[in-house]
């Protein structure tokens, strides 16, 4: 009160025009407050109307359901007085395979789809289904030609889907499980693109689902790109667990038993007993990880071909690894462990006939560890033998044969060492060979990868999303 009276002497000191521009001033600061407080209290009142909209949706679902299940208690009592019984055939709605979302709801969708979704959340579902739902919002805008929403959500995927991968770096079911999903976005994107090259491999149901106003090929070189980082952090992954157990598990582990009796002197001896001790694996452990591996590319609804990638990979860096470590040990380089490597090996390829893995080419990718293992039982005295050798390895370098002969270790003081004069009969009889010379194996290098394109045979109105999506913002049109 006492700074209105103040104010009020103020203008009576001003002069006439001062006192109307004053007035203006102090009319036009009244509206500007009065127009914040009422835009402030629209923006409370639409907040509560969404608010209010969402929640009678629910409720009206809910009585929706109530209302049917009394039908059906009803259908039911008056089936019990029916002397007769009477089938009465409900009509499905038509469901056109799309979803809608409101924009302001997309963050929420790429957090409960994405970001915090965990793949033990949907054992037993249909694998991929978050590219399923994720492509069905897509073609949604699409239907409704809204370019900047589908910009929006694509973006919003591929920076989420980044974003778990990097927080789950050295997750091997995390970033098996977005491998999957990003590589089935990508074929829903490549088979729904409505280019004919795609359509004549769909039914005519799936065609008409393709996407009517958007050409997304731009978007499908992301995800490529973004697909081949994630198989290479899988693979980095699936190293780094393996890499540990292959020279104890190949070269030092006694898995024929007996064996360890007819071992050169000095050689580092170790228990079949010691399965998994601190710094010993046996064979076993391998296997045990492989079909742990399997397992979960499997059920997360890895492509095939991409499956039979990974394991070529994996075999190719057991083989590196064991033959690095073969050629840099003279404890290794003995008969014993010629015939203890052809047995280890003889078990990995047994497991990949049973996956049905044996198409892989990872068999080949061991080729090398297997003419090292037979170069240790070959004899090694005669110019017969050194043709045999010859002849016999040619996926060892002319390096890596006279490494190892030079490094072979005879059983007892009744086996001879190899002798200089043999090992320069392998050279003069390999010197037409043009092998690099580097002694050992890249165990880093990594095979191109190929996606090939892999339809699905489902319909997108036959994709149904569990309730532990919590995805009830989205509406089914």
Same mark, same amino acid.
């Not at 995390?174 to 829903?188: I, Q, V």
């Given at each position: ?269 170790? =228990?079949?007993? /010691?399965?998994?001790?601190? *710094?010993?694996?046996? &064979? %076993?452990?391998?296997? #045990?990880?492989? !079909? ?43 008969? =014993?462990?010629? /015939?203890?490597?052809?047995? *280890?090996?003889?078990? &990995? %390829?047994?497991?990949? #006939?049973?996956? !049905? ?121």
């Amino acid at each position: 009160m006492e700074d209105q009276q103040q104010t009020f002497c103020q203008t009576l000191l001003l002069s006439p025009e001062a006192q109307v521009e004053f007035g203006v001033q102090q009319e036009i600061s009244r509206l500007t407050n009065e127009n914040l407080d009422f835009k402030e209290l629209v923006e409370k009142l639409e907040k509560n109307e969404r608010k209010l909209k969402k929640q009678l949706k629910i409720y009206m679902k809910k009585v929706q359901d109530l209302e049917a299940a009394q039908a059906l208690a009803q259908s039911d009592r008056r089936h019990h007085e029916l002397t007769r019984q009477v089938t009465v055939q409900r009509k499905e709605k038509d469901f056109q395979g799309m979803l809608e979302y409101h924009k302001e709801d997309e963050a929420l969708l790429i957090r409960n789809l994405v970001t915090d979704l965990k793949p033990q959340m949907l054992s037993g579902t249909v694998p991929c289904l978050p590219a399923y739902i994720l492509y069905m919002c897509i073609r949604h805008a699409d239907y409704t030609n809204d370019d900047l929403k589908v910009h929006s959500l694509l973006s919003s995927t591929i920076n989420g889907i980044k974003k778990v991968l990097k927080k789950h770096n050295d997750d091997f079911e995390m970033t098996s499980f977005w491998l999957s999903n990003t590589c089935r976005f990508l074929h829903c994107l490549k088979q729904y693109s409505g280019d004919e090259g795609f359509m004549t491999q769909n039914t005519a149901k799936q065609n008409e689902h393709c996407l009517k106003n958007f050409d997304l090929t731009e978007y499908r070189q992301v995800l490529s790109d973004l697909s081949i980082q994630i198989y290479q952090q899988l693979i980095k992954i699936a190293e780094g667990l393996l890499q540990p157990m292959i020279v104890s598990a190949m070269l030092e582990n006694e898995s024929i038993q007996g064996l360890s009796g007819v071992r050169p002197t000095g050689y580092r001896k170790r =228990s079949s007993s /010691m399965v998994d001790g601190e *710094n010993s694996y046996c &064979l %076993e452990a391998i296997v #045990r990880q492989m !079909n742990s591996f399997h397992t979960v590319l499997c059920d997360q609804g890895l492509d095939p071909e991409i499956i039979l990638q990974v394991f070529k990979q994996l075999f190719y860096m057991i083989n590196a690894v064991t033959l690095n470590n073969l050629l840099l040990r003279k404890d290794a380089c003995s008969w =014993s462990t010629g /015939m203890q490597l052809r047995y *280890n090996i003889s078990q &990995l %390829e047994e497991w990949l #006939r049973g996956k !049905n893995l044996h198409q892989s080419g990872a068999v080949q990718t061991m080729e090398p560890l297997i003419q090292a293992a037979q170069l240790l039982q070959l004899k090694k005295k005669t110019h017969e033998d050194a043709e045999a050798i010859c002849s016999l390895c040619t996926s060892l370098s002319t390096q890596q044969i006279v490494k190892i002969l030079n490094l072979y270790t005879p059983l007892n003081e009744f086996e001879e060492r190899v002798t200089v004069s043999f090992i320069r009969t392998i050279q003069a009889q390999l010197q037409e060979r043009n092998d690099p010379q580097q002694l050992l194996l890249d165990s880093k290098h990594v095979f191109p990868v190929l996606f090939p394109y892999n339809p699905s045979a489902l319909t997108m109105d036959s994709i149904h999303i569990p309730a532990c999506l919590n995805l009830e913002f989205l509406n089914e049109v």
